[in-house]
């Protein structure tokens, strides 16, 4: 990205996404600019709240590409700790999903967790193990679902149970023609596969339904074991 393309004028905003967009002028723009490893620069970050805000970014950033006549770089954050850099950029778009964290358990018998995307994991434990409910995820508390569940998922519990993707029943996402889908074994079968390991490749998740397995408290009464998590 050169200066000018910096300075080149993109589309107006529409009125849907005013309020979520943070500029270079904003006092929060330095810290929802960066991720863990990367300082980034980006001309705009939305932080949306909801998926009708995550479809009309898309839609946004669509428009922006036809408007100027080339791409745009386009990034999409859970938690900030991609190890690829891809979640930040220079002169782009980047949607952050860190609103968006609520956890559900949704059926605590059948182990049936709902989370959005931008929760981190240290939080899910907690929520979940509340309810004596675990999941394979990382160990680091900080780590963002969106990120690690779309990629692997490596944590102390995969010789249990697995890579979290494993453990994904479903998902919402959001395509690059800007619509929401659900995905799971049997409706958008492909696209279901695709993100378990295909991360921002087909789309952005904005929640999953996880399978978390039912642990019995220990003897002493302490729960487990999700308490290990580094934080
Ligand atoms: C300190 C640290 C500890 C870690 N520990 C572990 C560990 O124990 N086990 C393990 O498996 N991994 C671990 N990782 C790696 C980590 O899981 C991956 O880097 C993961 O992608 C981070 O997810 P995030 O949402 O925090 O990252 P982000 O930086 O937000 O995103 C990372 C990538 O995923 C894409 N992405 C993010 N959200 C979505 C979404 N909602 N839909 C589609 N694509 C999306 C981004 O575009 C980007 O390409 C660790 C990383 C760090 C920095």
Redo the contacts with the bound molecule.
């Keep these: 990205m050169t200066d000018s393309d910096n300075q080149q004028k993109w589309p107006a905003l529409p009125a849907t996404l005013s309020n979520i967009a943070v500029t270079k002028n904003s006092g929060k723009y330095e810290s929802v600019s960066s ?3 990367k300082v980034g620069h980006p001309r705009l970050v939305f932080m949306a709240e909801n998926d009708e805000q995550v479809s009309h970014v898309v839609e946004y950033a669509g428009n922006v590409q036809r408007f100027v006549g080339h791409q745009i770089p386009f ?14 950029n220079d002169g782009g778009i980047i949607i952050d ?1 860190s609103q968006m964290n609520q956890v559900n358990i949704l059926d605590e018998a059948k182990g049936l967790v709902k989370v959005q ?2 929760a ?1 994991w240290g939080d899910v434990a907690d929520k979940i193990s509340k309810a004596d409910l675990v999941l394979s ?4 508390g ?7 569940a ?6 102390l519990l995969v010789r249990k149970q697995g ?2 993707t494993d453990q994904i029943l479903g998902a919402t ?1 959001i395509t690059a023609d800007g619509k929401k889908r659900n995905v799971n074994k049997e409706e958008n079968s492909d696209l279901f596969w695709a ?1 378990r390991g295909g ?2 490749q087909v ?4 929640e999953f339904i996880f399978q978390a397995d039912k642990v019995e408290p220990a003897k002493s009464g302490q729960r487990v074991p999700i308490g290990t998590m580094i934080k």
Excluded: E, P, Q
Aim: overall charge negative; aromatic content about 8%; cysteine-free.
């Design positions: 991720n863990y490893f990034s999409v954050r859970s938690g900030g700790h991609g190890i690829t850099n891809y979640s930040v999903l995307a931008g981190v995820s990382g160990d680091f900080d780590t963002g679902v969106g990120g690690l779309t990629s692997g998922g490596l944590g890579l979290t996402i993100i991360g921002s789309g952005i998740v904005t």
